[in-house]
């Protein structure tokens, strides 16, 4: 396993802008496939963005709006979110895993997301 950390949460207004990091701490072949995940109060955590060998998968709710960039072999990942929306709201967290997509081992403590309408 590796160690990851999350930064650029916070809040914005509905139609605004963030942008989040994740910095990956230990062997790079365990961060083969690197992901975005959200989990908001009362909700199941949901798969926000997957990245490995540069292809890259999104949830439908975030298509169009949200890129994610970095990965393998950098260590780095990093999701530049766009018109935010309330339903965005959550504690999004950085995952990794040494196998293709979709499977993760490790997981950083993540960042919150706050929209306001």
């Known amino acids: 396993q590796v160690q990851l950390e999350e930064s650029g949460g916070g809040s914005v207004q509905a139609g605004g802008s963030l942008k989040l990091a994740c910095a990956g701490f230990g062997n790079t072949r365990d961060m083969f496939c690197m992901g975005w995940f959200r989990k908001a109060p009362g909700k199941e955590r949901e798969m926000v963005a997957t990245i490995d060998t540069g292809r890259t998968t999104y949830a439908d709710s975030v298509k169009d709006r949200f890129v994610i960039s970095g990965g393998y072999p950098t260590g780095s990942l990093f999701l530049e979110m766009n018109n935010l929306q309330p339903e965005d709201s959550a504690i999004y967290y950085c995952?990794?895993?040494?196998?293709?997509?979709?499977?993760?081992?490790?997981w950083g403590q993540g960042t919150h997301v706050t929209v306001s309408s």
């Open positions: 995952a990794a895993g040494s196998a293709s997509c979709p499977h993760f081992r490790s």
